[in-house]
């Protein structure tokens, strides 16, 4: 997946563990989006929507498809799904 600085993600793999600075979608912290703040060759810098933050590698992450984030958004893997429950 093509990331990119300013993209919306969330923690799904839980490959880093779980914890504040690692919320696993759905787990003990709830279903919290990050933003993709830094892309460091492999490593990718997210501030999660908890006030934390954290580095990951691209399978750890999921693009979080919104209208607000992307409307037109093809990185999503869900994109279907979205666009069949009008998400965008």
Same mark, same amino acid.
């Given at each position: 997946?093509e990331l990119e600085?300013? %993209? $919306? /993600?969330?923690? =799904?793999?839980?490959?880093?563990?779980? *914890?504040? =600075?690692?919320? #696993? +979608?759905?787990?003990?912290? !709830?279903n919290i989006v990050? @933003? /993709?703040? $830094?892309? %460091?060759?492999? +490593?990718? @810098?997210?501030? +999660?929507?908890?006030?934390? $933050?954290?580095?990951?590698? %691209?399978? %750890? #992450?999921?693009?979080?498809?919104? =209208?607000? *984030? @992307?409307?037109?958004?093809f990185k999503c893997?869900? @994109? #279907?799904?979205?666009?069949?429950? !009008? /998400?965008?």
């Amino acid at each position: 997946m093509e990331l990119e600085v300013g %993209d $919306e /993600v969330i923690y =799904k793999s839980g490959s880093c563990g779980i *914890s504040n =600075k690692n919320p #696993l +979608w759905g787990g003990k912290y !709830g279903n919290i989006v990050g @933003r /993709v703040t $830094e892309i %460091d060759f492999a +490593w990718i @810098r997210v501030n +999660w929507g908890n006030g934390t $933050e954290n580095n990951y590698i %691209d399978g %750890d #992450l999921e693009f979080y498809c919104t =209208k607000k *984030s @992307r409307p037109n958004c093809f990185k999503c893997k869900k @994109r #279907l799904q979205c666009i069949t429950q !009008g /998400v965008i």
